[in-house]
């Protein structure tokens, strides 16, 4: 199964930071994996790994008019077998219809997940951001979109 799983949320709630988090568990779980490529530009991350024969993709860049559905697309030409999305989206709008538009057109299965978002000053963000970032590892896993280490 190829799917795109989608971070959403509106803007400045952690999606980029859960999915830099992501990376950097990744990468700690995974010391054989192949990197194919890796940009960060203006604080996001765009990145794809091959775990053993499965190929993930990251990108965090999932603002409107941040060019996202030419960013997926390119990606999936580029990797087409075998190949797992995990990006950022706003909650409506540009961003979700064009990952609704590319899952679509290319046969990916949407998964849509948020981060977590607390209002209360007293609560560590960032420690969210690093359990979301967990939790997403263990669907990826579980889900068997990259093998378990």
């Known amino acids: 199964m190829r799917a795109i799983i989608t971070l959403s949320n509106p803007g400045n ?3 980029t930071q859960t999915i830099i988090n992501l990376s950097s568990l990744i990468e700690k779980e995974y010391p054989r994996l192949e990197t194919i490529s890796s940009n960060y ?6 990145k794809i790994y091959r775990v053993g024969n499965k190929v ?3 990108e965090s860049h999932g603002d409107p008019k941040s060019g996202l559905k030419g960013r997926l697309e390119k990606i999936i ?3 087409p077998e075998n190949l797992t999305i995990v990006t950022a989206s706003r909650t409506r709008g ?3 219809n064009d990952i609704t538009a590319v899952a679509k057109e290319y046969g990916f299965n ?4 948020s981060n977590y978002v607390t209002y209360d000053k007293s609560i560590d963000k960032e420690k969210l ?3 979301k970032a967990k ?3 263990q669907m990826l896993q579980e889900l068997k979109f990259i093998p378990l280490e």
């Open 129 to 131: 951001n690093n359990l």
């Open 41 to 46: 530009h203006r604080s996001e991350v765009s």
């Open 94 to 96: 540009e961003t979700p």
């Open 135 to 137: 939790h997403l590892l």
């Open 56 to 58: 993930l993709a990251l």
């Open 110 to 113: 949407v998964i849509w997940t």
């Open 13 to 15: 709630h952690g999606k």
């Open 77 to 79: 030409q580029c990797n």
